[in-house]
């Protein structure tokens, strides 16, 4: 008999070695310390038999960015079973509590990056973000079709960059939908620590900043390195790996891109977890110097409270609309109802008419933040549209400006 309850700050040790075994991890004293302080400022729950912790699931207690609004928003991390317990509803069981109590909580959503893409859509998650990432071949100089922002560029230490850096990543959370808040414990073991988590080899984050000395920053790029080699008779070039690149104009994005694919000794650029409509795809002035490596699923959602996650976006067109939703983990969520939206703000409430489209909780988060139409849904036998036009009326209603991006790996 498996019992679900908190996890106290005795117990996280425990909790990590348990993740660390399902994870087939074996992290060094300085990544234990980074874990253990990050799991410190989490919620914690763990599935015990007796004394033994045979299940765990933490969440950073997050805001995230969807159209128009920054909600609280739990970020499920560190879920783990013992082998030994595997598939008789452990997880199953943490996660109808975690959904319990971020109702409780007030929490609309909750999201989580997934180990594999088919564990949690049966628990109502959707795909609600997409990355890429870029390659570029910097063994030539990188040719643009813009003029860069020739404002000056200057070193960040990394101690400062929270406060440096850290207003101008904020400001791009309401630009782009899906990007949780970054505290300061976030910044210092996550993005900023010393030794990347899952390469030793590449240097420690390098932080350019550009913009006038006294102004607010134009922009800023995170990046680590790793020297080239020979590996038999082939030279290696060295590589740059982009972390994160923000920029308020194109020409502040194009400056900065330059400037990493020019750095010396090294011959190739690559930044995981890019949007999918990142302006250095087009204004690249050589697409076969810049390409897109990789497409992937990044942040998963959870409409925990649809009524509330859907009254707190904004939209972007008018959309009248009666929704016949289910969801079978969150009996609250399902039914027919009307939703009433435009620019001025939105209803949702019970109905009794005929739905205009019917579909799953988890195919309504997957196009909440704007990242995934209804139309390519509906293509794909996943929402039935009763009404003709319906998806893409409601598709018009949900689109944002730029894609929804999460760049945070949690
Ligand atoms: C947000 C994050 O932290 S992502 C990290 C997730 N953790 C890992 O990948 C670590 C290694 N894996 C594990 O610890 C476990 O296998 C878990 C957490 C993935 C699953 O835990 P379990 O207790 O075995 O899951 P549970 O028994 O509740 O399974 C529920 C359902 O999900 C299915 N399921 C569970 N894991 C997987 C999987 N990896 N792939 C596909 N289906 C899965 C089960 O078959 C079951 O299906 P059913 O309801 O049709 O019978």
């Known amino acids: 008999m498996v019992d679900i309850r908190e996890v106290p700050e005795a117990d996280i040790d425990r909790a990590q070695e348990l993740a660390y075994l399902v994870f087939h991890d074996r992290p060094d004293e300085e990544g234990r310390a980074r874990h253990r302080t990050l799991l410190g400022h989490c919620d914690r729950l ?11 699931m933490a969440a950073h207690r997050f805001r995230l960015s969807v159209p128009g609004a920054d909600l609280p928003c739990p970020g499920l991390t560190f879920v783990a079973v013992a082998p030994t317990h595997r598939r008789r509803g452990v997880l199953t069981a943490l996660m109808a509590e975690q959904l319990r ?43 643009l079709r813009i003029a860069p922002d020739r404002r000056p560029l200057r070193m960040i230490d990394p101690a400062d960059a929270p406060a440096l850096i850290g207003p101008a990543h904020e400001a791009t959370r309401a ?10 414990e976030r910044w210092r073991e996550e993005w900023l620590c010393e030794q990347d988590e899952e390469d030793e080899e590449l240097s420690p984050p ?10 607010p920053l134009a922009g800023y790029v995170i990046y680590r390195t790793k020297p080239g080699g020979d590996s038999g008779p082939v030279r290696t070039p060295g590589l740059v790996r982009v972390d994160e690149l923000e920029a308020d104009t194109p020409a502040v994005a194009a400056a900065l891109w330059e400037c990493v694919a020019g750095l010396d000794l090294t011959g190739r ?19 076969d110097q810049v390409k897109v490596t990789e497409v992937f699923p990044a942040l ?26 289910a969801d079978v983990r969150l009996p609250a969520n399902a039914g027919r109802f009307r939703l009433k939206a435009g620019p001025g703000g939105a209803t949702y409430e019970r109905a009794a008419q005929a739905p ?18 209804v139309v390519e849904l509906v293509v ?27 760049a945070d790996e949690f």
């Open 356 to 373: 205009d489209l019917e579909l799953d909780v988890r195919e309504l988060a997957a196009c909440y933040l704007g990242g995934t139409r």
């Open 101 to 143: 109590r971020t109702g409780a909580a007030g929490a609309p959503v909750a999201a989580l990056w997934a180990s594999e893409a088919a564990i949690y859509g049966r628990f109502g998650y959707g795909s609600a973000t997409q990355g890429v990432t870029i390659e570029i071949d910097s063994t030539r100089p990188l040719a």
């Open 46 to 56: 763990g599935a015990y038999e007796g004394d033994a912790l045979v299940g765990f």
């Open 300 to 325: 998963w959602l959870r409409l925990v409270d649809v009524r509330a996650a859907l009254t707190a976006r904004s939209w972007a067109a008018p959309v009248e609309l009666v929704l016949e939703l």
């Open 380 to 406: 794909a036998g996943l929402v039935r549209e009763h009404t003709p036009g319906a998806a893409a009326t409601l598709d018009a209603a949900l689109r944002t400006e730029l894609l929804p991006h999460t």
């Open 206 to 215: 390098r932080i350019i900043a550009l913009g006038d000395p006294g102004e």
């Open 269 to 287: 650029v690559s930044a995981w977890g890019r949007p999918a409509d990142d302006p250095l795809l087009h204004f690249a002035a050589d697409r």
């Open 175 to 184: 630009l782009r939908a899906g990007r949780p808040s970054r505290g300061p």
